[in-house]
């Protein structure tokens, strides 16, 4: 089946520790997207690729990393300068028509 | 001011009644998506529009892009209808969107 996967579902994280969040897709498509969902609020965007080897911030990147070294994989790093990590990351691809999103991932710090 | 807009930010329906969600934007874009997540958190792109009207099955979108303003309207509601209904525009040329902070429906049977 076409589509994105991300691991894990769940994830915690504790004080000081990077994790990494992981964004696979077989769907082909060049365009790849992280996302910060928090409670009441809009998705934020945080970095996106339009192209392998090449990314751009987004909105709220600070504290982020992301690398693009294959097209299928764009995996995210929460540093431990992001200070309030906590929440809902969703990872997309795009099309001209079409935004396609993963299932998300779920950090919570301890 | 938020660049976009949604109203109502909570709607409670019964089964059957007709639905509509507004979304109003302070950008000029070049279209927009309507997306609906489900309880679990996955989101499904529903629309994409630039002009006009689209229509699929009981959910009809419009947008007015000189008015700033799109709607999403469901016919004969059924709680499998029951989600958040993202607004998200998108500017010019690149495919970056900008998201609305969604509107909670409840369809009750």
């Known amino acids: 089946d076409g589509g994105i996967t991300q691991s894990p579902k769940y994830l915690f994280r504790k004080e000081g520790q990077n994790v990494t969040l992981s964004c696979e897709q077989n769907?082909?498509?060049?365009?790849m997207y992280w996302y910060r969902q928090d409670p009441g609020q809009g998705l934020r965007l945080i970095y996106y690729s339009q192209i392998v080897n090449d990314f751009q911030k987004g909105d709220i990147a600070e504290g982020y990393s992301v690398s693009r070294e294959k097209k299928e994989s764009f995996p995210l790093t929460v540093t431990s300068a992001q200070k309030n990590p906590t929440a809902f990351y969703l990872c997309a691809t795009s099309t001209q028509e079409t935004q396609y999103f993963g299932p998300g991932t779920r950090l919570l710090v301890l | 001011k938020n660049e976009v807009e949604q109203s109502p930010q909570n709607l409670t329906a019964q089964e059957g009644e007709f639905i509509t969600i507004n979304c109003s934007y302070s950008?000029?874009?070049?279209?927009l998506h309507w997306l609906q997540q489900h309880p679990g958190g996955g989101i499904v792109s529903l629309f994409m529009l630039s002009s006009g009207k689209k229509k699929h099955g009981r959910l009809i979108a419009t947008i007015n892009i000189q008015e700033k303003h799109s709607s999403l309207h469901i016919t004969a509601s059924h709680p499998r209808d029951s989600a958040v209904y993202i607004c998200a525009p998108r500017r010019g040329s690149a495919r970056q969107l900008t998201f609305g902070s969604g509107t909670q429906l409840t369809v009750l049977p």
């Open positions: 769907l082909n498509h060049d365009a």
């Open positions: 950008v000029g874009i070049s279209a």
